[in-house]
């Protein structure tokens, strides 16, 4: 006998992976050149130079029984203080070392910050579609209930009578994820300083905090001299959830952190309870080597000119071509309306008639539209071009 929750969760098809599993398949049918893969967010462009070149100091000239030990469960001092800098510098704000936890990217972040602000089974985190999946069973597998506030299909900001509608007595929280997975959206300080002034009003109304969760991990992938608002820095109340995985391209080395600032009502008990909820999940200790390698690279940022030329190679592409999309500012995913309103069928017929894969968006809460991660070869989106045409024509 197994726990029939995790069994389900471990059994369900995931879209995504079905997707990219076709087209690896497709490939040796019809030629690699002929499937046009936009299914999966895996970083297309290389770490920053600086990140290999500290991993190889690291492993040359560091003691090798440090490198390859046990770090501290929230991370190493070192490492906690370069971040603790970057992001005082850059936000105007105090944060110090003990401010952070790190952990093994965001999911697990995310993971222990739900765990340590779930108090019983009628606590309610708040999900604003179209959202990042795993948001739901991150919550519901802790005994919470995920309340998904409707998407604002217009602009994609958030729909601020629906939050309001929706705050009860048991909101513990509010995750929100800019720039956004699956629109490529960023949050305007408009749409945070509205979210900040309407949820201190209903924590005081409430007698207790409703945090924001901001999940970070697109924070530096924005294009255009778009500015991403630092969430602690207009609502205090915020814990942020960060990952090194899509901003350094460094999804395979687990490497992340929260910080919970010390201004925030009740930081200290949520710092130990996400720490103690890190424990649980058995994420303490992330990986030493690249712990050493975020403290010399903190401050690094990538070069995001290829995502930028396939943002706007595809987006003014596909608006010539007639499809709604809505405006991809950050991150590297660009979310298309489907000319009849159903991304699952959309879905299905590009893979079938085209090998053209997109992801639907049920999943993200906003079936109407569908993914497609940029992250991939300029020389795929132009040979791709000619099947989003036929796609629309077909729908004329
Ligand atoms: N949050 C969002 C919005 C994501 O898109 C992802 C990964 O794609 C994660 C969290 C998880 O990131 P990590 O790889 O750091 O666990």
């Given at each position: 006998m197994v726990n029939q929750e995790y069994y389900k969760l471990g059994t369900a098809p995931s879209v995504i992976r079905q997707l990219f599993a076709y087209g690896l398949e497709q490939a040796k049918k019809v030629g690699a050149e002929n499937v046009y893969d936009y299914s999966i967010g895996n970083p297309s462009i290389p770490a920053p130079k600086k990140v290999n070149e500290s991993i190889k100091a690291i492993v040359d000239e560091c003691d090798s029984v440090k490198v390859h030990g046990y770090s501290m469960a929230a991370g190493f001092e070192g490492a906690r203080n370069a971040v603790a800098k970057d992001l005082s510098e850059r936000f105007g704000l105090d944060v110090k070392a003990g401010e952070l936890f790190f952990t093994c990217g965001a999911a697990p972040a995310l993971v222990s910050v739900i765990k340590a602000l779930?108090?019983?089974?009628e606590t309610e985190i708040m999900l604003v579609?179209?959202?990042?999946?795993?948001y739901t069973p991150f919550v519901t597998s802790n005994g919470g209930k995920a309340v998904v506030i409707p998407a604002?299909?217009?602009?994609?900001?958030?729909?601020l009578e629906k939050v309001e509608a929706n705050i009860?007595?048991?909101?513990?929280a509010i995750i929100i994820n800019s720039?956004?997975?699956?629109?490529?959206v960023v949050y305007t300080e408009e749409t945070l300083t509205a979210l900040a002034e309407l949820l201190s009003r209903k924590g005081e109304q409430y007698g207790h905090p409703i945090y924001i969760i901001a999940d970070e991990?697109?924070?530096?992938?924005?294009?255009?001299g778009v500015r991403v608002p630092f969430i602690p820095t207009i609502y205090k109340n915020t814990i942020v959830c960060y990952s090194y995985s899509k901003s350094l391209s460094?999804?395979?080395?687990r490497i992340g952190y929260v910080y919970v600032p010390a201004?925030?009502?009740d930081s200290k008990a949520v710092y130990a309870a996400v720490s103690g909820a890190a424990r649980i999940i058995g994420?303490?200790?992330?990986?030493t080597l690249i712990q050493m390698t975020i403290e010399r690279c903190a401050a690094e940022r990538p070069d995001l000119a290829a995502y930028d030329e396939n943002r706007i190679l595809l987006y003014n592409s596909l608006t010539e071509m007639g499809y709604e999309c809505a405006k991809?500012?950050?991150?590297?995913y660009l979310f298309v309306k489907a000319p009849d309103g159903n991304s699952e069928a959309f879905s299905e017929k590009a893979k079938l008639e085209h090998n053209l894969l997109v992801v639907p968006g049920g999943g993200f809460g906003c079936p109407e539209f569908f993914r497609l991660?940029?992250?991939?070869?300029n020389d795929m989106i132009k040979r791709s071009l000619p099947a989003f045409k036929a796609m629309i024509e077909s729908y004329k």
């Open positions: 779930t108090v019983s089974p579609a179209p959202f990042f999946p795993e604002d299909t217009k602009a994609f900001q958030i729909d009860t007595a048991n909101t513990q720039p956004n997975n699956p629109s490529g991990p697109y924070r530096e992938l924005v294009y255009g460094l999804p395979g080395e201004f925030a009502e994420h303490v200790c992330p990986p991809p500012d950050g991150a590297f991660s940029y992250c991939v070869a």
